[in-house]
């Protein structure tokens, strides 16, 4: 595991994609601010905004919460709709 900023290369190395593909996933990344990349010389390095991340994990816990308790909710209906049989 990477810890700190690390260059698009070493990034892309476990992912089965071309770089250039890599680096398109890359942009949306940056373009939300979730990362930041810099340029020197030839390479590119990119380092993680924490607190964008952190506020995005937030808001993906609470759809999170919000989509089990409409599933379960879902799961209740089905359930009075589609009482089971009694083995007789």
């Known amino acids: ?15 089965e994609m071309g770089l ?12 939300s601010g979730l990362i930041h990349t810099e340029k020197r010389g030839r390479v590119r390095t990119c380092r993680i905004d924490a607190a964008r991340l952190a506020a995005a994990e937030g808001w993906l816990a609470e759809q999170r919460a919000i989509w089990h ?3 379960d ?16």
Not at 1 to 15: D, N, Q
């Open 1 to 15: 595991m990477l810890k700190g900023a690390a260059p698009v290369k070493r990034l892309s190395e476990p992912f």
């Open 20 to 31: 250039p593909a890599f680096l398109k996933h890359l942009s949306v990344l940056e373009a």
């Open 69 to 71: 308790g409409r599933t």
């Open 73 to 88: 909710r879902l799961a209740a209906f089905v359930e009075l709709q589609n009482p089971p049989e009694e083995k007789s």
